[in-house]
Every structure is written in structure tokens, then in C-alpha cells.
């Protein structure tokens, strides 16, 4: 009850007044009067104090019974006690003690006894008030001491209830939450807010009304009850609204006595409405070409809008890129975004599907036709393209297919047909004629490979080591090449021993290239070319799934293949070469356990046993035939090369008598380098060599005679073979015969090797 009593102290104020007795004090004995209103608490003037004396006025304000003790000390000593009960209120609740000076005066006040009323709140005994007094620092003789008892709790109705009980028990309000009860302030209600701000959405024809907002006014007001309040607003509610304008709305609440006060919002009418869009049609289908911009286009249709304020909405559209799918690869579909949007930014949209149809064909143009020399590229980059436009299809349209006839005089006529196609409407076609010339004798080129990983290159020259061209430059290790002269194509083996290999042919121009079906060249080594028999010769080495090396054939299209020998032991075939007006086919051998090389022979059918006609201590590697004069008939001039002391290397020839080669002879020596491959330009009277260390092609006569450079800085060239127009060539059928083949020329009997 203590600590309560002082928690409501807080709230009250203990007045206390020294005043002088005479003298010097009169002023502020006057002071006092004026502020004391100069009477005691009785209503009587205060009596003058003796100059030893001191005046002790009690004054109870507490509302409870206090008991007062005053206690009078010198030198620390108790010299007198005076005690006085004062009543709650009336005359009885005051009291005047004349009493001798003391140095010090001590002033207890405390609650003698309940007041007897239902809403006391202290306890006999709390403590109430104390006041101590020293002479000469607080108060001097003949002053009067007034000791007034605050009230015990703040209590501004007079209801003998504590206010903040008042207020927690619902008695008293306090809208403001300052612990005062409404009632006892002044003034009238009092508002703490209205409503914020207001947004009235615009209905048809963009209107709009004042909401009521007087139910959304909070306020305070000194009457418990709130009765008797007058809300008014202004202006009132149901007045029209301006459009896209704040209107200030004004509420005041009133109270019986005229007192009020107000407070002010805004309330806006707003457009919140999007427009209402219409779209016809909704799904639309054109052809390729036709605009699609709908104010060139009228089939597209147009949306349009109506809204309930703007009566124009502005009216877009996006397009999103055309897709298609494997359903509809001949059409595409556009999806085609209408948004119509009004003044305020409100929108609307709906979607159209366009169509996109392809309805006619391409156009192609041709370019005109050409007449090219026999070693010149066909290819389109070369010898123009054909050009194709479509109204739907984007990209590469245009292909092309060769159609070749050999004529008698040599040349080539390629019927090359171009077409154009859009994948969907009827392609169309337009034919170039390229005439490939047969050329002459002087147009004789030679034709070598460059060993290279992915880089490796065909290239060709005249004769005369002029006009060197690259017909691939990416090849995979292009090794063995020969030319078939009838059809001025090309073959070469492609790629390496321990990756496989592929056969791939074209035309000496680097037109039309192809490769070849398996099984052919998948481990070959030697490759030879019979053109008038339109023949195909290499060799094979064995392999974990063939037994056997073998020597086979095939048509230059790589189908009819045949094995025309079989190579037993441990024997692996190397270089291969034919000659047609001989009828013989011969290559060479290297013996893994003996470490020597033999040649051996056989007829171009493979009728009967090879023959081995030379056996060599050392290892053999490129080989050559040449139809050389005899009596009556053509004798076999053989080349070959040995490796004498590695990497040194030697060219000698001799002629094929029977079943053995004649007497040798000496052609070249090839130091520091192996002649790896053989070419024979029988009308020249040349013989052509690669050296792959020294990177260059050398050349001598038929006898061994005038050796040369005949081009250097190749790189790793490895296979050589000649093309040269003959002047047989124009006279020989353009189709050949199998009957038309020589008959055999080596008529021994077979004998192993």
C-alpha cells in the first residue's frame, strides 16, 4: 500500500511555507498571505509569532484520517512530541501549534484510520507525508511551518476512486491515453483522425459519388457517453465526383454545447475499369509473302475497344516469332498479341492465331554453262551456282546432282541438274552442261599425296612443274593415288594402317569426290588402276580376321570385289602395278622372317598361281610395268625399288623373260631416302619417284639418264601416279568389255615361292 500511495504522490503536490515572523520577513509574510490567501487554514488571519516561537499549521488534503507527529530535537535530542489526529475534511481536518524553537522539526503524517468511505484506498499506518525542518537553513524563530497532507490518490471527479481506476474500470475515458479522464479536461471532442485517403472507382459513363466517411472518424470527447455529438461532412455524401480530381472531404463531430472540431481527407474518382477488347477473327491463315501488317492486309482483321471513360483506347499488337512442328512442317504459326489500353493505363488483350501457310513453289535460276580443261575444278565454287528464292523457306534451298557421259573424243559432258526445294510445294530443277575437255598431250599433269594427319593433301602439276594446285587439303594420311585416264578420275587410299583405312575417289579436277564401300582398302597397301578394263587392284595385308595377305579387284565403283591371290606365310604384299596392254599384274613382297622382298606376278583375271619372278635380300618397295618393244610383241619392263642400306635406296629395271626377270640394270640411287612409289609417263619416256624424308619428287628418262628434282618443299609425299591424254584414248569404246581384256602373255607353269 506503500509503494501505491507513492506511485499516486506523483500526481499530487505537498505545498509548504516558511514565513518570517517580523522584521526583515515581512515581506514574505506578505508573500505567503497573498499565496495563502493570509489565513489559516480555518479561515481566520494567522496570529503573530512570538520571536522564540514557531507557528505549526497542519492542513489534511489526503481524504483519509491523518495522524500528525511533530518531533522537537536540540543537539540531537528528543525534547518534545506533538501528535494530532485530523479528519478527512472540514474544520476538524486543520490545526495551529504554537511551539518553542527547536533546531530541528521532523513531520510525520500517516493514516490514523480508514475514512470510512467505500473507495479509500491507503492502510492505517502508510506513510502520507514527512517534512523535516532545520533553524537557520529551512525556517527561523517566529516563522510559521505549513505541513500540508497531499492527497492520497489523483482523484479529478471527486469520486473517491483513484482516476486510473476510473479508467480501467470503463467509469472514466481516455481516448487520448493520457491518464486524465476525459471528463476532466476541457474543451470539446477532440479528433485523432479521419479517414485516409479515398479511391472511388469510376463506374459507367466515368461517374462517381462522395462515400459516407463519418463512420471512419475516430475522436475523443470529455462526455463519457459520447451522447449528444453531431457528425457532419462536407461535402455530403452522394455528391458527384469530378474525374482524375482530389476532392477534399471535410468531417466535424459537434457537441451539445457548440463546442467541435474537424478533419479533412481527399477522395479521387479513378478509372480502375480496363476496356472491353474485341478481336475478329481469332484464327486467320495467309501464305507466305503476304504482308502481315492488317492495315495493308484487311484478311488479317483488327480488335477493337470501347471503354467507360476513354473513348478512343489506343489498340496495339506484338507478334511472337513464328514456330513450327514436325506435324506442320509447311506451316508456321504466329501468335499475334491485340492490347487495347485506355487513358488511365488500364488494358485488356486477346490473342489471334495467324497461320503462315506455304502456298506456291520456289524459283531457281541456273548459271550458264561452261567449258572447263580436264584438270580445271568442276566445283560450284568454281563454276557458279544456281540461285532459288521461296516465299516461306529461309537458308540453304538449292542442291545439285552430276549426271557424266564419256565421249569419244575424250571429253566429258556433265549434265548438272540443280533443284530447288522448299521441303514442302513441288521442287523445281533447271540443268548447267559442263563440257570437261579431253585436253592434249601437252596437258599431262602429275599427281602425288602428302602424309599428313587431318592436313594431308592431293595435289597436281603440269609436266613441266607449272600450275601447282590443291585439289583436298584435308585429308587423314592419303597414301596410295593412280588416275583412270579413260574416266579422268582419280583413286587414293585414305587414312592409316592402325586406324583403318577408306578408299575415296574423284575426278582429276577435284570434282564429284566419293568414297568407296567397305571392305575395300581396309588394310590396303599398293593401289593400281587398269582404265580399259575399268579395274580396281590393291593389296591387303593379314589382319586378325583374315589369315591370309591377299591381292583382290573390283570395278571402280567398289562393287564385284575378288581375291585374284593369296599370299601365304608370313609374306606382306606392299606395292602393286598393272599393265593392261601386258595383261599382268605384279607386286612386291617383304618376308618378315627372312627380311628380303620378292616380286611376284599373275594375269589381270587371276587365272592360275602367281609367279615369283625376283627374290631380293633386301626389303622391296615401289614397282612399275612398262610395255617395252620386243619382237612381235610388247616385253614387260619391270622397275623396282630396294632398300639397300636404309634409309638410302636405289631404282633398277629389268625385263621379264618367261617366268624371271633378264639381266639388271641400274637406274638411280637415292641417298639418305627411299624411293617410296613408282610413275611411269611412257610418252614422255619419264620416269617419276617420292621421296617422303626429303619431301620433294624426282624424275629421270626410262634409262636411268638426266635424274632431277622435279618439285621440292612437298612435305611427306608418298604416292605418284601420271595422267596424260593417249592418242589410243579417243578411238577406245567408252564401255569396255570384259572379252576385250589381252590374253595372257606368261604361259609357265606356277611355282611357289
Same mark, same amino acid.
Given at each position: ?161 483513484? !482516476? ?193 501457310? !506455304? ?124 588416275? !583412270? ?269
Amino acid at each position: 500500500m506503500t509503494r501505491s500511495i507513492a506511485v499516486r504522490r506523483i500526481f499530487m503536490a505537498l505545498a509548504l511555507a516558511v514565513i518570517p515572523a517580523s522584521g526583515a520577513c515581512d515581506s514574505l509574510l506578505s508573500l505567503f498571505s497573498n499565496l495563502a490567501g493570509g489565513e489559516s487554514p480555518a479561515g481566520n488571519p494567522l496570529p503573530t509569532v512570538p520571536t522564540d516561537s514557531v507557528l505549526l499549521v497542519l492542513e489534511n488534503r489526503s481524504g483519509e484520517i491523518a495522524s500528525v507527529r511533530a518531533t522537537f530535537e536540540n543537539q540531537s535530542q528528543q525534547v518534545r512530541e506533538t501528535i494530532r489526529i485530523l479528519a478527512a475534511s472540514g474544520n476538524e481536518s486543520s490545526e495551529e501549534l504554537l511551539r518553542t524553537v527547536a533546531e530541528r522539526i521532523t513531520v510525520v503524517a500517516t493514516v490514523a484510520n480508514s475514512s470510512g468511505l467505500p473507495s479509500a484506498r491507503p492502510a492505517p499506518g502508510d506513510e502520507l507525508a514527512r517534512q523535516v525542518y532545520e533553524l537557520g537553513t529551512n525556517y527561523h524563530a517566529g516563522d510559521t511551518i505549513r505541513f500540508i497532507v497531499p492527497p492520497a490518490f489523483a482523484d479529478c471527479n471527486g469520486n473517491h476512486v483513484p !482516476d486510473d481506476e476510473d479508467i480501467a474500470a470503463g467509469t472514466s475515458r481516455d481516448d487520448n491515453h493520457n491518464g486524465i479522464p476525459d471528463e476532466c479536461e476541457s474543451g470539446g471532442p477532440a479528433i485523432i483522425s479521419c479517414a485516409g485517403a479515398v479511391v472511388v472507382p469510376a463506374g459507367a459513363g466515368c461517374t462517381g459519388e462522395v462515400p459516407d466517411l463519418t463512420g471512419d472518424v475516430r475522436f475523443m470527447t470529455g462526455n463519457p457517453s459520447n451522447v449528444n455529438l453531431t457528425i457532419a461532412q462536407t461535402p455530403p455524401a452522394g455528391a458527384p465526383l469530378v474525374p482524375g480530381a482530389a476532392t477534399s472531404v471535410t468531417i466535424t463531430v459537434s457537441d451539445a454545447s457548440g463546442r467541435s472540431s474537424s478533419c479533412s481527407t481527399t477522395v479521387t474518382l479513378r478509372d480502375l475499369t480496363p476496356p472491353d477488347i474485341t478481336l475478329s477473327p481469332l484464327t486467320v491463315s495467309i501464305g507466305c509473302g503476304e504482308p502481315l501488317d492488317p492495315s495493308t492486309n484487311p484478311s488479317l482483321g483488327f480488335a477493337s475497344a470501347t471503354d467507360n471513360c476513354d473513348s478512343a483506347p489506343e489498340i496495339t499488337y506484338s507478334d511472337f516469332p513464328p514456330v513450327s512442328d514436325s506435324n506442320h512442317p509447311c506451316t508456321s504459326l504466329i501468335v499475334r498479341t491485340w492490347t487495347a489500353t485506355d487513358s488511365s493505363g488500364n488494358f485488356d488483350f486477346a490473342l489471334q492465331s495467324i497461320w503462315v501457310e !506455304d502456298r506456291s513453289p520456289p524459283t531457281i535460276q541456273c548459271p550458264p554453262d561452261v567449258v572447263i580443261q580436264p584438270y580445271e575444278s568442276q566445283d560450284p565454287q568454281d563454276t557458279l551456282s544456281a540461285t532459288a528464292t521461296d516465299d516461306c523457306a529461309t537458308g540453304q534451298l538449292v542442291s545439285f546432282s552430276d549426271s557424266t557421259q564419256l565421249n569419244l573424243d575424250g571429253s566429258r559432258t556433265i549434265t548438272r541438274t540443280w533443284t530447288a526445294n522448299d521441303g514442302c510445294q513441288a521442287s523445281v530443277s533447271c540443268t548447267q552442261t559442263i563440257t570437261v575437255l579431253a585436253g592434249s598431250p601437252a596437258d599431262a599433269r602429275v599427281y602425288w599425296t602428302v602424309l599428313e594427319a587431318g592436313t594431308g593433301k592431293i595435289q597436281s602439276a603440269f609436266t613441266g612443274g607449272t600450275d601447282v594446285r590443291t585439289h583436298f587439303s584435308a585429308e587423314s594420311y592419303p597414301r596410295e593415288i593412280d588416275i !583412270d585416264s579413260v574416266s579422268g578420275e582419280m583413286f587414293w587410299l585414305n587414312g592409316s594402317l592402325s586406324a583403318g583405312q577408306t578408299l575415296r575417289k574423284a575426278y582429276i579436277n577435284g570434282g564429284d569426290v566419293q568414297p568407296l564401300p567397305p571392305p575395300l582398302a581396309n588394310d590396303a597397301q599398293g593401289l593400281a588402276v587398269a582404265p580399259m578394263t575399268q579395274k580396281l587392284y590393291w593389296t591387303d595385308q593379314v589382319t586378325t580376321t583374315q589369315p591370309a595377305s591377299t591381292v583382290s579387284r573390283s570395278d571402280l565403283s567398289g562393287s564385284g570385289e575378288t581375291t585374284i591371290a593369296w599370299v601365304p606365310g608370313d609374306a606382306v604384299p606392299a606395292a602393286i602395278a598393272v599393265n593392261e596392254l601386258l595383261n599382268l599384274v605384279c607386286w612386291t613382297q617383304v618376308f618378315a622372317s627372312e627380311g628380303g622382298g620378292r616380286i611376284y606376278v599373275c594375269d589381270l583375271g587371276g587365272a592360275g598361281s602367281p609367279y615369283a619372278i625376283y627374290s631380293s635380300v633386301n626389303p622391296l618397295a615401289g614397282i612399275a610395268v612398262l610395255a617395252g618393244p620386243g619382237d612381235g610383241a610388247p616385253i614387260p619392263i619391270i622397275y623396282r625399288v630396294e632398300v639397300t642400306a636404309w634409309p638410302s635406296s636405289e631404282i633398277r629395271r629389268a625385263t621379264l623373260n618367261g617366268t624371271s626377270l633378264g639381266p639388271d640394270h641400274f637406274v638411280v640411287t637415292i641417298d639418305n631416302d627411299v624411293a617410296a612409289h613408282l610413275a611411269i609417263d611412257a610418252t614422255a619416256g619419264k620416269l617419276y619417284w617420292t621421296q617422303p624424308l626429303a619431301g620433294k619428287i624426282g624424275r629421270c628418262n626410262l634409262d636411268g639418264s638426266s635424274p632431277e628434282d622435279f618439285l621440292t618443299d612437298l612435305g611427306p609425299v608418298t604416292g605418284i601416279a601420271v595422267w596424260r591424254v593417249e592418242a589410243w584414248r579417243a578411238a577406245w569404246p567408252v564401255v569396255k568389255p570384259e572379252s576385250m581384256v589381252a590374253t595372257p602373255l606368261l604361259s609357265a607353269s606356277a611355282i611357289s615361292p
